[in-house]
């Protein structure tokens, strides 16, 4: 695996490296050592995956607060997704700041998100599927999130929105 970092402290993109023969190719997706090399312990206790009918679907920003904040891995494993994530731990160098990155089914990268920042994510293709590693269990009383289109975090989403729930349309704005 090769890492990448992103400019935001302990959020990392990761890239397989690719053993291809006439069979196809193997890759790890994760290893605790290499992880744990960069400080790095998702500690998985939950997988998840959702699937996406549509382009241009928007998931987020989503993220659980403490004491239930929680380290994702995320990987595309079926078409393509435009990633952002927002560092909202307080004292951060790049608090506010937000960082984005196009996962694909065909590359197999990955963002490695750590506690404190919000995720989400647009769909760039039809029937797309997005697995999550998580570190904490889902809960819904600890679960927030920030409007996707939040000016206070600019982020320039590539695509018009096809579909965005209900939930995620009413996500307060950062400010408020």
């Known amino acids: 695996m090769i890492f990448h970092e992103t400019g935001l402290a302990g959020a990392w993109v990761i890239e397989p490296q690719r053993f291809a023969d006439e069979r196809g190719f193997f890759a ?19 997988c998840s995956v959702s ?20 380290d994702k891995l995320v990987r595309c494993t079926r078409g393509a997704i435009f990633d952002a994530i927002v560092d909202l731990r307080p004292g951060s160098a790049t608090f506010g700041q937000h960082f984005t990155v196009v996962l694909t089914a065909e590359a197999g990268n990955q963002l490695y ?18 697995s999550y590693q998580i570190s904490e269990v889902y809960s819904p009383e600890h679960a927030r999130g920030y409007r996707w289109d939040d000016p206070a975090f600019g982020i320039a989403w590539p695509l018009p929105v096809s579909v965005i729930s209900e939930k995620d349309r009413n996500l307060p704005l950062f400010a408020s």
């Not at 790890?28 to 939950?46: C, H, N, S, V, W």
């Not at 699937?51 to 929680?70: D, K, M, S």
């Open 28 to 46: 790890r997706t994760y290893d605790r050592e290499a992880f744990a090399a960069r400080g790095l312990d998702p500690g998985i206790e939950q």
């Open 51 to 70: 699937f996406n009918h549509r382009q241009g679907t928007v998931r987020g920003l989503h993220f659980q607060a403490a004491p239930r904040a929680e």
């Open 113 to 130: 998100i750590p506690k404190g920042m919000a995720h989400g994510f647009q769909t760039q293709e039809d029937a797309t599927e997005v």
